[in-house]
T-cell receptor
Framework: GAGVSQSPSNKVTEKGKDVELRCDPI?????LYWYRQRLGQGLEFLIY????????KSGLPSDRFSAERTGESVSTLTIQRTQQEDSAVYLC?????????????FGEGSWLTVV | AQSVTQPDIHITVSEGASLELRCNYS??????LFWYVQSPGQGLQLLLK????DTLVQGIKGFEAEFKRSQSSFNLRKPSVHWSDAAEYFC??????????WGAGTKLIIKP
């Protein structure tokens, strides 16, 4: 597609339920990133995929968070047993590669509210 | 450790006035620096980036930023702001493992 697409754009879920967030990167982009932005705060890195390499999961806040990516296409971020502190905007981004000239393009985010 | 600091959480300027948003970074090597803007309900949009060469970089929407190595700064400027510039602005530096390290953001409020 023309840009990074994320779904759902908004999700309200009950505490303790699992949620799955989807990201469609720009076609041909090998690098894919997930970030979290809590209300009034900056961006937190969560996870990074690059081609077929093992993902960098160093930013995942707990074992309730996991992410997968199918080849160089769609990625899903899963949050199990959601907690109220998981409420945030989850942003996905992609880039052609990781060299300095590659711009990172962001989706519009998935706004998650845990009640 | 690598870090980005945006010391101003909020900035209020009058429409038509000049703007400068501050960004300081801590990074051992030559930094790759970015400014992104996030408008309400929208995703992040790249305003400009610095990799090398001319330390004054021009971006979209009339923004520019100047890289000053001696001050570890990459401040964003605009000579005359418009009401549509009201948004949150993020400075970022690319780390050695290709991730972006983000500042906490500066919210720009435009007074009519």
């Amino acid at each position: 597609g023309a840009g990074v697409s994320q779904s759902p754009s908004n999700k309200v879920t009950e505490k303790g339920k699992d949620v799955e967030l989807r990201c469609d990167p720009i076609s041909g982009h090998t690098a894919l990133y997930w970030y979290r932005q809590r209300l009034g705060q900056g961006l937190e890195f969560l996870i990074y995929f690059q081609g077929n390499s093992a993902p960098d999961k160093s930013g995942l806040p707990s074992d309730r968070f996991s992410a997968e990516r199918t080849g160089e296409s769609v990625s899903t971020l899963t949050i199990q047993r959601t907690q109220q502190e998981d409420s945030a905007v989850y942003l996905c981004a992609s880039s052609l590669g990781t060299s300095s000239g590659n711009t990172i393009y962001f989706g519009e985010g998935s706004w998650l509210t845990v009640v | 450790a690598q870090s980005v600091t945006q010391p101003d959480i909020h900035i209020t300027v009058s429409e038509g006035a000049s703007l400068e948003l501050r960004c300081n970074y801590s990074y051992g090597a030559t930094p790759y620096l970015f400014w992104y803007v996030q408008s309400p309900g929208q995703g992040l949009q790249l305003l400009l980036k610095y990799f090398s060469g001319d330390t004054l970089v021009q971006g979209i929407k009339g923004f520019e930023a100047e890289f000053k190595r001696s001050q570890s700064s990459f401040n964003l400027r605009k000579p005359s702001v418009h009401w549509s510039d009201a948004a949150e602005y993020f400075c970022a530096v690319r780390s050695s493992n290709y991730q972006l390290i983000w500042g906490a953001g500066t919210k720009l409020i435009i007074k009519p």
